[in-house]
């Protein structure tokens, strides 16, 4: 990429980041209100669905590159199965937020849009792995991708509880994807990466280390579905064997957490789609440890997820599947810290 392109892509993301802000700002004045209750961090109300301003820069800057950046594209059908699911979760996640609805109801249109994806075309078939080559799974690649795609989902909603965890988290996930799919290539997600990361920008500020505004199940929701997409899309890197494996290691702290918290409470006989508090970065802000310290870890996470990325591309195929521990084994050390904070604090079984 020449150093003119680049600048003209920071320029167009730098727009779009004053766009996201002024929705977020408009948002802030119109008031949607979160209200404090015992599964929630904060203690007065507080404004939400700010992800507005991330949703429309998103969808903004991807109907520009459908019309003009042709080079980037996809093949038309995934282009404009990733524009009709996207929209589609954040309307219903919006309305979620004015209304509230059960998990089911948001599940629904979840699966719904999650299939309009795949439907295009838009999931892994073909997965390339050190000493089997490429196995494909054929159909069994439509289903697998569908669980990810949820499980994605709902895991960046689920980790935004605390000021900036979730944004900052997304904003770190999207930069690192969006700097990985130049080197490789990978136009389409270099864009929708840089797009995203751009709304998050424009977010962010009204966000930490003081909550403005939250931005609510229309933004948690919908970063975690792009970021899931994207992830599919950046598994067909062809210069990058076990390219299935940059977004989920980009969002390992996300996903461990949301993971053992699931696991956890299932053993123990609860019902998991019931609010709780119990998710690791939960409990260890309830434990004593600084909220926005909290969240900052997180952002940690994300930025080792992203320099083990860059040494997972590096390595030599026998490497690369010992190179995701390394973002595991930060994980347990997490857990077995925040294990001992919430003892010391006698929070029950922890």
């Known amino acids: ?50 992800g507005v ?121 999207s930069l690192f994807l969006c700097v990985i799919a130049e080197r490789l290539g990978g136009w389409f997600v270099y864009f929708a990466a840089l797009l995203l990361a751009a709304g998050l920008a424009g977010f962010l500020p009204f966000n930490f280390p003081r909550a403005r505004i939250f931005m609510g199940d229309v933004g948690s929701q919908f970063c975690g579905f792009v970021l899931a997409v994207l992830g599919i899309a950046a598994s067909r890197f062809e210069r990058a064997e076990m390219s299935f494996l940059i977004v989920p290691l980009l ?11 699931l696991a956890r409470r299932a053993l123990a006989g609860e019902r998991i789609t019931t609010p709780h508090r119990g998710h690791l970065y939960q409990v260890a802000a309830r434990a004593g440890l600084d909220a926005r310290l909290v969240a900052m870890i997180h952002w940690g996470f994300a930025a080792l997820g992203g320099l083990t990325c860059a040494a997972f591309l590096a390595a030599s195929p026998p490497a690369k599947p010992l190179l995701p521990l390394l973002p595991l084994l930060v994980q347990l050390l997490w857990l077995g810290f925040v294990r001992r904070l919430a003892q010391r604090a006698g929070l029950g079984a922890w």
């Open 53 to 173: 301003g991330i949703v429309a820069a998103f969808l903004l800057g991807i109907a520009t590159l459908y019309e003009f950046a042709f080079f980037s594209r996809l093949a038309d059908p995934y282009f404009r199965g990733v524009i009709l699911a996207s929209a589609l979760i954040a309307i219903v996640a919006f309305l979620d937020d004015l209304r509230d609805w059960p998990f089911a109801v948001k599940l629904a249109a979840q699966i719904v849009a999650a299939l309009a994806a795949i439907a295009s075309g838009l999931y892994v078939r073909v997965y390339h792995l050190p000493y089997f080559g490429a196995v494909d799974l054929g159909w069994l690649g439509a289903g697998a991708s569908l669980v990810w795609i949820l499980f994605t989902t709902n895991a960046v909603n689920f980790i935004d509880g605390l000021d900036g965890l979730a944004g900052g988290v997304a904003l770190i996930a």
């Open 251 to 261: 969002l390992s702290g996300v996903l461990f957490d949301v993971a053992f918290t």
């Open 1 to 50: 990429m020449t150093l003119t392109a680049f600048a003209r892509h920071i320029a167009f993301a730098l727009l779009l980041a004053g766009i996201s802000a002024a929705l977020v700002r408009l948002m802030i004045d119109l008031g949607v209100m979160d209200r404090p209750d015992p599964r929630k961090s904060h203690q007065r109300p507080t404004p939400k669905s700010g």
